[in-house]
Each structure stands twice: as C-alpha cells, then as structure tokens.
C-alpha cells in the first residue's frame, strides 16, 4: 500500500492496529501485538495514544512484545526501549504493566540463553503474535535480525552490524557508546505472526525497500524472507517507493 505523505501511512497502520484491537475486544479475546521502535512507528503511537484519549480505545486488553533491546542496557537509560516505549505509548495508554514485555538485558550474559526461550515461550503462550509491527533497518534487517540471521532464528543475543551502529550513533553521542548487541525475537518469531505490515517511511529506506520487495529473497536482505508470506502489507509513503 502506498501513501502520499508518512502521515497518511501511519494514520492507516494506527487505525488497523485499532481496529483489530476493537475486533478482539468484541469477541473477549486479547490481542497479542509485537511492537517496534524507532523513528518509523513513532506517528503511529501518537495517534494510537490520540485514538485511547479521545475515541476510547482501551488496551486493557492487550498484551505486548517488543522486538529487541540493546544490550546491555539498563530500562531507565535514556537510549533503552523501554524507555522509548514508556516515553512513545505505554505511559499515555490504560495498558496493564504485566502484559508488557520487552527484552531486559540488564542481566549477565549466562542467563541470556536462558531468558530468551522465556521470551520465546512467552509468545506462544499467548497464542502468539496477532499482529507485528515492523521497521526495517538499511540494511534490511527487521528487528535486530540483522543481515546472515537465519530464516528459522528465535529469540537470541545478536552481534550488531557497523551500519546498524552509525545509524544509532545519533542517539547516543557518539558510535562508541553503541552497545555491540542486541536481543532480538527471530525472523521466525517474527513470520509466525498472523499479520504483519512493514513500514517504511522516507527516502533512506528507498534503496532497502526496492532490495527487500524486488531483490532475491536472501539471509543477506532479511526483510526479502517477507516477500513469501500471504500474511504481510506492506506499507510505504512515497520517497520510500520510489525505487520500486
Ligand atoms: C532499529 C530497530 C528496528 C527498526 C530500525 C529502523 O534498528 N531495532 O526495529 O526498524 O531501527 O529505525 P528507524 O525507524 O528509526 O529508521
């Protein structure tokens, strides 16, 4: 789907987030989201947080997944997403604190393994994603699955690539303040999802879009594994079309 500026596009994705919110609502089921950070979805919470104050949209029944997280970090640090995510959307929301989830990565590496499938297992516990909301890295990664993550790759600490760095650099002064790692869900967390919309916004990502839609679907365009899948939307403004 194609938009003309980033608003209309978030506009679309903020009101099927709602919709399917609503939906669920009717029928007494939760609904289950993976969310992502970034500048991408940024628009999107704003008008989700605008839907919850002045169309009573409720998220008491919603439960949530975050992507990936730094690692390490602490949850109060300024550059976590947790903080992102508490700044962006959960702390203008009614959304219940025990149905948060977001990576924690203020532990030692030897409970990573360990944490991980919790993570994992937290996910299908609920049935698993009703819905993923994506971002999509320069290099084409979704998540933090950055380019060579296998197609059947779960939750798991990642090694972050030099690109994916420079482009956080901003957010914390300077490259070398960039952890090296991240735990990311894995791309076949991600492609379980009953519905996922990719969106990208904004010249920077046209080169990416035009790889992860037209290129060969490769380990080294992770996004390109989306190409597959009867489930996915894609959704673009123009300047991140442009060279598809
Ligand atoms: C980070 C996140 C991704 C996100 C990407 C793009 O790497 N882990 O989930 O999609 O950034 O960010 P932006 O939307 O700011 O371009």
Same mark, same amino acid.
């Given at each position: 789907?194609?938009? =003309?500026?980033?608003?209309?596009?978030?506009?679309?994705?903020?009101? /099927? #987030?709602?919709?399917?919110?609503?939906?669920? @609502?009717?029928?007494?089921?939760?609904?289950?989201? +993976?969310?992502?950070?970034?500048?991408?979805?940024?628009?999107?919470?704003?008008?989700?947080?605008?839907?919850?104050?002045?169309? !009573?949209?409720?998220?008491?029944?919603?439960?949530?997944?975050?992507?990936?997280?730094?690692?390490?970090?602490?949850p109060e640090?300024? @550059?976590s997403y947790t903080h992102f995510m508490r700044e962006n959307l959960f702390d203008h929301?009614?959304?219940?604190p /025990?149905?948060i989830?977001i990576?924690?990565?203020?532990? !030692?590496? $030897?409970?990573?393994?360990?944490?991980?499938?919790?993570?994992?297992?937290?996910?299908?516990?609920?049935?698993?994603? $009703?819905? @993923?909301?994506? +971002?999509?890295? &320069?290099?084409?990664?979704?998540?933090?699955?950055?380019?060579?993550? !296998?197609?059947?790759?779960?939750? &798991?600490?990642?090694?972050?690539?030099?690109?994916?760095?420079?482009? *956080? =650099?901003?957010?914390?002064?300077?490259? $070398?303040?960039?952890?090296?790692?991240? #735990? %990311?869900?894995?791309?076949?967390?991600?492609?379980?999802?009953?519905?996922?919309?990719?969106? =990208?916004? +904004?010249?920077?990502?046209?080169?990416?879009?035009?790889?992860?839609?037209?290129?060969?679907?490769?380990?080294?365009?992770?996004? %390109?594994?989306? @190409?597959?899948?009867?489930?996915?939307?894609?959704?673009? $403004?123009?300047?991140? =079309? *442009?060279?598809?």
């Amino acid at each position: 789907n194609l938009f =003309a500026t980033p608003e209309h596009a978030s506009l679309y994705v903020a009101k /099927q #987030i709602a919709e399917l919110i609503r939906e669920q @609502q009717k029928q007494s089921k939760p609904t289950v989201l +993976g969310l992502a950070t970034g500048n991408t979805p940024k628009r999107v919470y704003k008008e989700l947080i605008r839907l919850h104050k002045e169309e !009573s949209l409720s998220f008491k029944n919603v439960i949530s997944f975050n992507l990936d997280e730094y690692y390490p970090i602490y949850p109060e640090d300024e @550059q976590s997403y947790t903080h992102f995510m508490r700044e962006n959307l959960f702390d203008h929301i009614d959304i219940e604190p /025990q149905n948060i989830y977001i990576p924690y990565t203020d532990c !030692s590496l $030897d409970g990573i393994a360990k944490y991980c499938k919790d993570y994992e297992s937290k996910i299908a516990k609920y049935g698993g994603l $009703d819905f @993923q909301l994506l +971002g999509i890295g &320069r290099n084409g990664h979704i998540g933090f699955n950055e380019p060579g993550s !296998s197609f059947d790759s779960v939750t &798991r600490l990642v090694n972050l690539h030099e690109l994916t760095r420079e482009d *956080a =650099a901003s957010d914390f002064g300077t490259i $070398d303040n960039v952890p090296n790692h991240a #735990i %990311s869900i894995g791309i076949q967390t991600i492609t379980q999802a009953k519905k996922i919309v990719l969106l =990208a916004l +904004g010249e920077r990502k046209s080169e990416v879009m035009r790889k992860s839609l037209q290129g060969k679907i490769t380990t080294q365009v992770p996004a %390109s594994i989306l @190409q597959t899948l009867p489930q996915v939307e894609y959704v673009l $403004d123009h300047e991140a =079309a *442009a060279l598809s």
